[in-house]
Nanobody, 122 residues
Framework: QVQLVESGGGSVQAGGSLRLSCAASGDTVSRYCMSWFRQDTGKQREWVSTIKTDASRHYADSVKGRFTISRDNAKGTLYLQMTSLRPEDTAMYYC????????????????WGQGTQVTVSS
């Protein structure tokens, strides 16, 4: 089990950039698949991106080419670099973690952060 704390959200204009961070503690982070999800008010939670224990990265089509997920296992931190932001990227962003091995992730994720708000204005 890991404890997750997100930061880095804020308000930006369309076309801008933000970098989200997710600090993890409580277990060896390198053993975990880590993902970003987002949820806007009144909408279903949406998967954004995953980085697996084999370092492979996966993205939703809606963010591919604009967002980059990365992790620093030594620091126990997950990142999401977001560029070319659009108003439709507005949401609460959550990081989540689950045990993994290679390209396999144990689902559903059991460990979630409290979220960080991203607001993109046109």
């Amino acid at each position: 089990q890991v404890q997750l704390v997100e930061s880095g959200g804020g308000s930006v204009q369309a076309g801008g950039s933000l970098r989200l961070s997710c600090a993890a503690s409580g277990d060896t982070v390198s053993r975990y698949c880590m993902s970003w999800f987002r949820q806007d008010t009144g909408k279903q939670r949406e998967w954004v991106s995953t980085i697996k224990t084999d370092a492979s990265r996966h993205y939703a089509d809606s963010v591919k080419g604009r967002f980059t997920i990365s992790r620093d296992n030594a620091k126990g931190t997950l990142y999401l670099q977001m560029t070319s932001l659009r108003p439709e990227d507005t949401a609460m962003y959550y990081c989540a973690a689950g045990r993994g091995s290679g390209d396999y992730c144990v689902l559903p994720y059991k460990d979630w952060g409290q979220g960080t708000q991203v607001t993109v204005s046109s």
